[in-house]
Antibody, heavy 125, light 106 residues
Framework: QITLKESGPTLVKPTQTLTLTCSFS??????????VGWIRQPPGKALECLAL???????RYSPSLKNRVTITKDTSKNQVVLSMTNMDPVDTATYYC?????????????????WGQGTTVTVSS | SYELTQPPSVSVSPGQTGSITCSGETLVNKNVCWYQQKPGQSPVLVIYQDSKRPLGIPERFSGSTSGNTATLNISGTQALDEADYYC?????????FGGGTKLTVL
């Protein structure tokens, strides 16, 4: 059974760096075709994919946030970490991590089939 | 960046078929997924690769993609299907999400 859980601060001050950890079980991030993504959702608004990391350490970033966001993985700890610099009140949102599945060359995408419960982050002074 | 457009809201009567569209350039060439999200809950994958249902998703959920438009159909809509629905497309750079559609079962 695949599970993911997000953890990190609930309150961040403007200009600070946010660091969130996704701890997962039930799969390995060394297995071909596996990815973990970070997605956020501001209150009352749509989902936005921030970053994705693949089993081979390849990474993808949202074009609008790529200068602020970094995604890394620690396969020994079964964790994926998202860092976002220069936080602003507009970054207030629920942040989710999710298991994503692909074929070996990324051509086929099987969706984000398991999501964490999400963690709410408020940016305020 | 790749953009997906959904209608903000769709209404459907119980037992009828509700349809939600998602528009994007050459969408037929991408892998479209659909997610259901109920208030206070995490999204749930209901369709992947345009038309496939994950295990546990009822048969009343179906999807199709043609040209620049993907469509999620919910046949025999039930009250419990009332939720926000998001389309998503993979274009090998980042998974873009649509703006979401609130499905109301009247």
């Amino acid at each position: 059974q695949i599970t993911l859980k997000e953890s990190g601060p609930t309150l961040v001050k403007p200009t600070q760096t946010l660091t969130l950890t996704c701890s997962f079980s039930g799969f390995s991030l060394t297995t071909s075709g596996v990815g973990v993504g970070w997605i956020r959702q501001p209150p009352g608004k749509a989902l936005e994919c921030l970053a994705l990391i693949f089993w081979n350490d390849d990474r993808r970033y949202s074009p609008s946030l790529k200068n602020r966001v970094t995604i890394t993985k620690d396969t020994s700890k079964n964790q994926v970490v998202l860092s976002m610099t220069n936080m602003d009140p507009v970054d207030t949102a629920t942040y989710y991590c999710a298991h994503a599945a692909f074929n070996w060359n990324y051509i086929k995408y099987y969706g984000m089939d398991v999501w964490g419960q999400g963690t709410t982050v408020t940016v305020s002074s | 960046s790749y953009e997906l457009t959904q209608p903000p809201s769709v209404s459907v009567s119980p037992g009828q078929t509700g349809s939600i569209t998602c528009s994007g350039e050459t969408l037929v060439n991408k892998n479209v997924c659909w997610y259901q999200q109920k208030p206070g809950q995490s999204p749930v994958l209901v369709i992947y690769q345009d038309s496939k249902r994950p295990l546990g998703i009822p048969e009343r959920f179906s999807g199709s993609t043609s040209g620049n438009t993907a469509t999620l159909n919910i046949s025999g809509t039930q009250a419990l299907d009332e939720a926000d629905y998001y389309c998503q497309a993979w274009d090998s750079s980042i998974e873009a999400f649509g703006g979401g559609t609130k499905l109301t079962v009247l």
